[in-house]
């Protein structure tokens, strides 16, 4: 016990606290002074009083997926919102309010028995905070935006120890903040309302090439893409031997998503085709390329404002033919953006590249037993990364990469100077520091 916390309090005496340190990011090993799972705001409050009064900082965990795993540091006090598990739903409006310790994947088979889903990433482990407050891409986005478009509302307990409401109406600066902006940065999150939407079934594509047809099916996706009816999501994924393409359409048929995403699937030598009307959930759980956390990772995001050309992608199959030897094999993908994610571009955010048109994502993840690899792998990525910025460039939040130099200006473009006066108001200390905070 220590004097001035409540709720589950984990210290390096507990036999427990090597296990619930780590995070999924295995390459990273640090050891917080305490950690703290809160039963409730109270315990909230607690922790960031007791952690501001001790002057040491705080760093807010959900799901513990951040890329560069900043929910967990050496000597932090972590406060970790995973059982902040209330849960309310108001299905005449299409709105939830959870505490914000939900994963994706309790969420998704939460919501099921209601009929509803929300708007969330893509891989089923990560934190519905995480994912909301960084912004939030995945493949409901085209048709109804960011998961950070989808925040309503939401509670958080400040630098202060104050409990503070934001919206559209109260503390408006700082709800725009939480939208694109929020992890670790204001205070520890802990309810969000969301807008939730209905469970309808959806179709999902597979489609896939070998690799001497990546640069025509890049090209045909681009192409699809300039004017894609928001209804579909596509996302195609290259290793060094094939390319994928993966989509989802909501409220369409087979047919249909056939025929807005025809020129693509044109391209020849097709080694697998097949497109299915599923469940919502049944697509969440079918999705490719999921490996497992924990694991080691190195992943990074560049957003491209123009269509990539030649020489970029020529760039990125050199890249791939000359890839470190690690399991699962690298892959680099492109997701599309557009749609509502850039008819929302009057919503208030802390997101800017609503104009962007593709998320282009460098993706090494290692099973452990290729962690003699790891720090090759790691500098293949930033190689590559360099080597695309004429081309792509930028950040995303919940892309975070240690190696972004200009870091806010990367995730926040224009809208650094008023997000660092809203972090002067409610953390003027700093005491949610982490390295890459405003
Ligand atoms: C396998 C995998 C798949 C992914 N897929 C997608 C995807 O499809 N789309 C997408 O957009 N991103 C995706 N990501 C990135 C993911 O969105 C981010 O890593 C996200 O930050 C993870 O959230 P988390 O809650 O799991 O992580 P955490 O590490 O717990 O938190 C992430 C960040 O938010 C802060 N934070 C957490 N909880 C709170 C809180 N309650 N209050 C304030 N700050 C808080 C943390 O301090 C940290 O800075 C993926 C990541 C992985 C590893």
């Not at 950070?148 to 958080?156: F, G, M, R, Y």
């Amino acid at each position: 016990m220590i004097e001035g916390l409540t709720g589950l309090v984990i210290t390096k005496a507990d036999k427990i606290y090597n296990i619930v340190r780590r995070n999924a990011n295995l390459y990273f090993n640090y050891y917080p002074k305490v950690i703290v799972y809160p039963n409730n705001i109270t315990d909230v409050v607690n922790a960031v009083n007791w952690a501001r009064k001790k002057g040491i900082n705080i760093r807010c965990r959900s799901g513990g997926h951040n890329y560069e795993s900043f929910s967990v540091a050496d000597d932090a006090v972590v406060i970790d919102v995973s059982n902040l598990l209330d849960f309310e739903i108001d299905t005449n409006k299409g709105y939830i309010r959870i505490g914000s310790g939900y994963t994706q994947e309790q969420l998704y088979s939460k919501l099921e028995e209601y009929g509803f889903a929300f708007v969330g990433g893509s891989c089923s482990s990560i934190g519905v905070s995480g994912v909301t407050l960084g912004g939030g891409v995945g493949y409901l986005q085209r048709e109804y935006g960011l998961a950070c478009d989808n925040l309503v509302e939401a509670q958080i307990v400040d630098a202060f120890g104050r409990i503070i409401t934001a919206n559209s109406h109260e503390n408006k600066d700082l709800f725009a903040a939480l939208r694109g902006a929020g992890s670790n940065n204001f205070g520890v999150v802990v309810s969000l309302t969301l807008k939730v939407h209905p469970n309808d079934k959806v179709t999902v594509m597979n489609a896939m090439w070998p690799k001497n047809s990546r640069y025509e099916v890049i090209q045909a996706f681009q192409k699809v893409g300039e004017d894609l009816d928001n209804r579909y999501t596509i996302k195609v994924t290259m290793t060094k031997d094939t390319i994928l393409l993966y989509g989802v359409g909501v409220r369409s048929t087979e047919k249909e998503m056939e025929k807005a995403l025809s020129l693509l699937l044109k391209v020849p030598n097709k080694i697998n085709y097949t497109t299915k009307y599923i469940t919502f959930n049944e697509s969440v759980q079918k999705r490719p390329g999921f490996v497992p956390t924990p694991t080691g990772f190195k992943i990074t995001g560049l957003l491209a404002y123009k269509s990539l050309g030649k020489e970029p992608c020529q760039i990125m199959f050199n890249y791939l033919d000359n890839s470190p030897p690690i399991q699962p094999p690298i892959n680099i993908g492109f997701l599309l953006l557009g749609g509502k994610i850039a008819e929302n571009k009057d919503l208030p955010s802390a997101y800017p590249h609503r104009g962007a048109k593709i998320l282009v994502q460098i993706d090494a993840q290692w099973t452990l037993n290729y962690s003699m690899h790891a720090n090759d792998t790691i500098r293949w990525v930033n190689n590559l990364r360099k080597s695309l910025l004429p081309y792509a460039g930028f950040g995303y939040l919940n892309y975070c990469d240690i190696n972004i130099s200009n870091y806010l200006y990367s995730y926040f473009g224009n809208n650094v100077p008023w997000l660092k006066i809203v972090k002067e108001k409610y953390d003027p200390y700093n005491l949610f520091y982490y390295p890459q905070g405003i």
